[in-house]
């Protein structure tokens, strides 16, 4: 059996190896929930509420502006998710050749899995965990044998060795639970303690080399098992698989320039919408209207020394453009080069027919186009739902 300083050494390596991509995944979620100063380092608290910080865009004279609300990143994400999704995976259990009893226990095992896949409602899992791929690069499900449960893990959770992935042969898994209730811990871990706590760092080692599992609290090994199996319990799934090391691009990081100029332009546009006055009252001086006498609480009134001979209405109303339409134009190209750019067309994301298809066929091809874009994916997750059967 191997030493629980050996253990806690493999533990130290995992998370020494892993600790660069929590950078990474910080600013994603940052980026697809539209909130800069949300943390993923606590899970008791966060000072930042799910939206947009109003206070990092203002002036000094008080006026904040409003917020970008065109968040492309968020909806190609959803729309890919969605599409994902509406795919039914239903692992199938057959014998080749088998015999009576063999295939009654095949039947027996399919009514199982449906039963329990309905259960554990394993299809909103592997679609949360897909939409993790998305945002992160990584989604990784947990298939919990002591509680028979199916759950999604947060990614930066777990911790595996890079170069086992490159070679697609796990053997170490490390499942850090940072902020963990004490009140969900296994009874006999609960016992250990003598202090009331409410939170621990609860950590779950697997390794299929020395055959042990062992439940970590707070740095401390504290419980060690057997695990006589030569798989590990997880499934991962990824929207580009690693070529080298445990992080990839995901959809996030491929649109992640584009969605800082989109949000560029946008604040330039509502600063301009919101600060520019609604219309432009010209008054000539010397005449016989004063400017104390008009009001306009959503335009300026402006007077000026006419020229000889200039002859006019003595009060004019002018309503300026606040911006320039090459604004308008560029935050449009930039929104469908970032729709083009992931593979999602308008007809997915926004629910509109794409300018130049009128006919069905037109539509149907297009659909069949965009589905072959994302047969990666789509293989992936009905590895998913296989690998947690097995």
């Not at 008791?44 to 904040?64: E, K, L, M, Q, W």
């Not at 301009?272 to 400017?291: C, M, R, S």
Request: proline residues 5%.
């Amino acid at each position: 059996m191997i030493k629980n300083s050996d253990i806690l050494k493999n533990i130290a390596e995992l998370e020494n190896t892993n600790s660069i991509r929590m950078q990474k995944y910080r600013r994603n979620l940052r980026k697809y929930l539209a909130t800069p100063g949300i943390n993923i380092d606590s899970l008791t608290g966060n000072s930042a509420s799910v939206g947009y910080d109003y206070s990092i865009n203002s002036f000094s004279d008080g006026n904040t502006l409003s917020p970008p609300s065109i968040n492309v990143i968020k909806s190609v994400v959803d729309t890919l998710v969605s599409k994902i999704a509406t795919s039914k995976v239903r692992p199938f259990i057959n014998t080749l050749n088998g015999s009576y009893k063999e295939m009654q226990t095949a039947l027996q095992a399919q009514q199982f899995f449906d039963i329990f896949y309905e259960e554990q409602n394993v299809h909103m899992t592997v679609s949360k965990a897909f939409e993790d791929a998305c945002i992160f690069d990584t989604g990784v499900i947990y298939i919990d044998k002591d509680n028979y449960c199916i759950k999604k893990c947060l990614p930066w959770q777990v911790y595996v060795r890079p170069a086992e992935l490159v070679y697609n042969k796990l053997t170490r898994v490390y499942y850090k639970q940072a902020d963990y209730p004490v009140t969900l811990l296994p009874e006999d871990i609960t016992k250990m303690f003598k202090r009331k706590v409410e939170y621990v760092d609860y950590g779950i080692y697997y390794d299929t080399v020395n055959k042990v599992k062992a439940h970590i609290i707070a740095g401390h090994v504290v419980k060690t098992e057997p695990w006589n199996y030569d798989v590990l319990p997880f499934c991962f799934l990824y929207y580009g698989k690693p070529h080298i090391g445990t992080t990839s691009l995901s959809v996030v990081d491929i649109l992640y320039t584009l969605q800082n100029e989109i949000d560029m332009i946008v604040s330039k546009i509502a600063a301009a919408a919101e600060l520019t006055p609604g219309n432009t009252i010209l008054l000539p001086e010397g005449g016989n209207v004063k400017a104390t006498q008009l009001n306009n609480g959503v335009g300026n009134v402006l007077t000026y020394r006419p020229t000889p001979n200039m002859t006019g209405s003595p009060v004019t109303v002018a309503t300026p453009a606040f911006i320039d339409g090459q604004y308008q134009q560029l935050l449009d190209d930039l929104t469908q080069r970032a729709y083009e750019l992931v593979g999602v067309s308008q007809l997915s994301a926004m629910s509109q027919k794409p300018t130049g298809l009128d006919s069905g066929v037109a539509l149907s091809t297009m659909e069949s186009i965009e589905s072959d874009r994302f047969e990666t994916q789509l293989k992936q997750v009905i590895n998913a739902y296989v690998d947690i059967a097995r």
